[in-house]
């Protein structure tokens, strides 16, 4: 602990004695001292792009607000990704076609009306309707009758999905357009929370003074400075909150909010500066925080060129993974911002199985040499890895066409695009032959987002352009599976194919490095880089 | 004017004292030969250019190291061995575990090429077009003047930031393409005024008299007479145009690897500055160097051959 050491030269005097004891006293933040539950704390955020609509947010900014200021029929368990119930008692479905949603009694908006049935299937309604024109509203895509309200061009022929009725209060059913196992997954995203009858009236206004159902009330907002909430009283979630409110300052840079953390000025962090990783957990000692995150990083193949196809150019493929030395990449370049990969879905999500990739992922030349000169070597002998200038990628990529480079002689180079538009047009308008960089940041945590709709025939976000009958059939199998447990078991099923194919050569995981103040303890962050909100404690 | 004035300089030096030679003749540019070679700037910057030429030609006389082999593993940002002459770890590694020294030695060859080539190539269209507004007037002025007034416009460095963006897979070509076609204005306009001087001294007037063609007294009479000041700027424009490419590669718009070049170096320097300042530091210096150097040369190249400034 640098900090203390700092101290220790200016013991001399009475006032640095005490700043010593309350700085390093207890070994940090780590300490778990008496909290104050009527505290609040503030968050390191950005300001919102969008009047604060649940279905309206899907940048960082926006998105964190209202996930505080609402909440769905379930959400995540942030220690573990699963899904668990909160305004719903139950969700239940025979066919994986069909689901029955009980809701719990006694939740009331923070306005004081009651959460009925009613509350969901309006705002439902109301946010897949194109005349809306809210951001989310491609998440109700699964309900029967969406394309009447959000038809591909024109308008809407009608104001409600035919899939939602309404029962009473307390019951509603969801009918889809096919069988999807994990829809209940998808209900935990923010943009499926319910709306008070107040809303309709006035959208545009309440976007800027929003009333929930969550744990936390809207106070005021304060554009390109802060929004501020404090706890709603009347909470019934499963995680009621154990701090006074979360104050969420607007930082233009990353560094500004470090400096302020480190100061005490900000109590909780997102994500420290590229700047900072080196040397952060030196310099917030047992407050830093390093937890795995939904997010993987992969370089895909155009296996819609010809020069890719055939059986087994596979082999050239596993060879090339072969070929990345991930653990010192990742230990180095990255400055360990970024774990090793061993499977195409992330860690910590629901499904999640280590080692799917096998020897693929695992760094080893004279193999990797061996199944490139087995496939047939590399077309031309030379390989380019497209991506985005724009995005802090040039370093990695040049990290892996050296190993590559110089692990088997292939000749690798990075090609950057000048920003995230130009690398996408060139890589879904297939004008590419070769690699390129390519991700997936979870949309639910189930390994089904992982694999579903990326490698699927046809998928929207396949873009590789891999087609496997062996996996589709897998896949649809996993779809129909009875439980989400077998959902998720399904997949993993799905992903072992992946490993024989190697569409794509799975990298690493992201990370969340952050950290937090002296003021606030048990924080603790989820795979989707939030932290437990609730759960955090302010000290006394 | 070598043709009509001929300096008739006293053999008064150490060496000519002794033996006296009947004096030769000097050109204009033989006798800033002779002035040019006693002057300490230009003896340094002469040297400097030298050895960066020397590494652009023959970067393996330099350094054994494949300056694109990278070991991270054992390597990351290690820190400079200075004692190490002219061996891989001499000025350290650089954030892909790659030698400082060996990347620094064949990033020469980027920039002087780069530097060389659109030199050359700006001083011939520049000079050209120059030479035929200032030598036919007119129309031919009129709209060579008016061309060159709209590339003036144009900032060289946003304007190549355009070209450049058209490009899919740079090279040094498509950089030199792109400041040849941005920068031979400047020379235009130089060699243009030098020309309409030349154009009406008696000399010319005298060749035409007897019945030389367009052709002769413009390559003949003409050129030799108006280039110096075309030569001068020429070449303190070339360190610029090597400053141009260095910054056109770290905004990352220019040279692309596998090609080496100080620019990218310096880009990829800045993100680990707080741990590394030895990987942004020589890249940087040397490109420094390297445009002072022609800088200086340029200067003592102008000195020597404005007749007015001695």
Redesign the interface.
């Known amino acids: 602990m640098p900090a203390c050491t700092r101290v220790r030269w200016a013991v001399v005097s009475a006032t640095s004695v005490a700043l010593m004891a309350t700085g390093c006293g207890g070994g940090g933040g780590s300490g778990s001292g008496p909290s104050d539950a009527s505290k609040t704390f503030t968050y390191q955020s950005s300001e919102p792009q969008n009047p604060l609509q649940p279905a309206n947010a899907n940048e960082t900014g926006g998105g964190r607000i209202v996930q505080n200021l609402f909440k769905g029929l379930a959400d995540y368990d942030p220690s573990n990704g699963k899904l668990r119930m909160q305004a719903a008692d139950k969700i239940d479905s025979s066919d994986a076609q069909t689901y029955n949603v009980t809701l719990k009694s006694g939740w009331t908006f923070h306005d004081g009306t009651a959460v009925t049935a009613k509350s969901f299937v309006d705002a439902w309604n109301w946010a897949a309707n194109t005349k809306n024109n809210q951001i989310n509203s491609s998440w109700f895509a699964d309900i029967q009758g969406y394309s009447d309200v959000h038809p591909s061009s024109g308008n809407p022929t009608t104001d409600t999905m035919s899939g939602l009725t309404v029962q009473d209060d307390t019951h509603f059913t969801i009918k889809l357009n096919n069988k999807v196992s994990y829809f209940p997954y998808k209900l935990g995203y923010v943009a499926f929370s319910p709306l008070p009858e107040g809303f309709y009236k006035d959208p545009a206004g309440y976007g800027q003074k929003p009333v929930g159902n969550g744990p936390y009330q809207f106070v005021s907002w304060d554009h390109n400075s802060q929004v501020v909430t404090k706890t709603f009283a009347n909470y019934q979630g499963v995680d009621k909150p154990k701090n006074g409110g979360v104050v969420f300052k607007m930082y233009t840079t990353a560094e500004a909010a470090y400096a302020d953390l480190q100061s005490n000025n900000l109590d909780v962090m997102d994500q420290v500066p590229?700047?900072a990783l080196?040397?952060y957990k030196n310099d917030l000692g047992d407050r830093a925080i390093d937890a795995p995150q939904g997010a993987i990083q992969n370089v895909g193949f155009t296996l819609y060129q010809p020069d890719w196809q055939g059986a087994d150019k596979a082999k050239v493929r596993q060879g090339l993974s072969m070929a990345i030395?991930r653990n010192?990449?990742t230990k180095?370049?990255l400055q360990g911002s970024r774990a090793p990969a061993s499977a195409w879905v992330a860690e910590g999500v629901e499904g999640y199985k280590a080692g799917t990739c096998g020897d693929f992922c695992t760094y080893n030349v004279d193999k990797a040499k061996q199944l490139i000169q087995e496939g047939g070597g590399v077309p031309g002998n030379s390989l380019k890895i497209t991506y985005n200038?724009d995005g802090g990628h040039?370093?990695w990529v040049?990290?892996v066409?050296?190993?590559i480079?110089?692990a088997t002689g292939v000749?690798c180079?990075?090609?950057?695009k000048?920003d995230f538009k130009t690398a996408r047009a060139a890589i879904t308008g297939h004008q590419i032959n070769g690699m390129f960089r390519t991700g997936w940041v979870q949309d639910y945590p189930l390994n089904a987002n992982f694999l579903a709709d990326v490698y699927r025939t046809g998928a929207a976000s396949n873009d590789t352009g891999y087609s496997s009958p062996e996996f589709d059939k897998l896949a649809s199998e996993a779809d129909q599976a009875a439980s989400i447990q077998d959902t998720a078991t399904g997949y993993q099923k799905a992903e072992e194919q992946l490993a024989n194919d190697m569409p794509a050569i799975p990298l690493w995981y992201y990370r969340t490095n952050s950290g937090y103040s002296t003021k606030v303890q048990n924080v603790a962050f989820d795979s989707f880089g939030n932290p437990a909100w609730t759960q955090v404690e302010v000290k006394s | 004017m070598p043709d009509l004035i001929e300096k008739n300089v006293p053999a008064q030096g150490a060496a000519g004292s002794a033996e006296p030679k009947p004096e030769k003749p000097r050109s204009l540019g033989l006798d800033a030969w002779h002035d040019l070679r006693k002057r300490p700037v230009f003896i340094i910057s002469a040297a400097l250019i030298v050895l960066l030429v020397a590494f652009a030609i023959a970067p393996s006389l330099f350094t054994s190291v494949d300056p694109r082999a990278g070991d991270l593993q054992h390597h990351y940002l290690t820190k400079p061995n200075y004692l190490h002459f002219f061996q891989a770890d001499w000025f350290g590694y650089d954030g892909q575990g790659r030698s400082i020294y060996a990347r620094m030695i064949y990033g020469a060859r980027a920039s002087v090429v780069v530097g060389i080539c659109v030199t050359a190539g700006v001083t011939v269209l520049g000079g050209l077009a120059g030479m035929a507004a200032g030598y036919y007037g007119g129309w031919v002025d009129t709209v060579i003047s008016r061309v060159t007034d709209m590339f003036f416009g144009i900032p060289l460095l946003l304007g190549a930031l355009v070209v450049l963006n058209a490009f899919t897979t740079r090279t040094v070509w498509s950089v030199v393409f792109a400041l040849v076609a941005l920068g031979w204005t400047q020379m235009t306009r130089v060699m243009r005024g030098s020309v309409i001087t030349v154009k009406q001294s008696d000399f010319v007037t005298a060749a035409r008299a007897l019945g030389a063609g367009t052709g002769r007294i413009m390559f003949k009479h003409i050129l030799p007479n108006a280039i110096a000041p075309v030569i001068v700027v020429a070449t303190i424009a070339l360190g610029g145009y090597i400053a141009t490419e260095a910054t056109l590669s770290f905004l990352g718009i220019g040279l692309q690897d596998p090609t080496i070049s100080w620019g990218i170096d310096i880009n990829s320097a800045q993100k680990v500055i707080r741990t590394a300042p030895f990987a942004l530091f020589f890249p940087a210096g040397m490109l420094s160097v390297t445009v002072l150097a022609f800088i200086m040369l340029g200067d003592a190249v102008r000195d020597a051959l404005d007749p007015k400034l001695r």
Request: hydrophobic residues 25%.
């Open positions: 590229p700047s080196a040397n030395d010192t990449i180095t370049v200038a040039k370093e040049d990290a066409c050296n190993s480079r110089q000749n180079a990075g090609d950057p000048t």
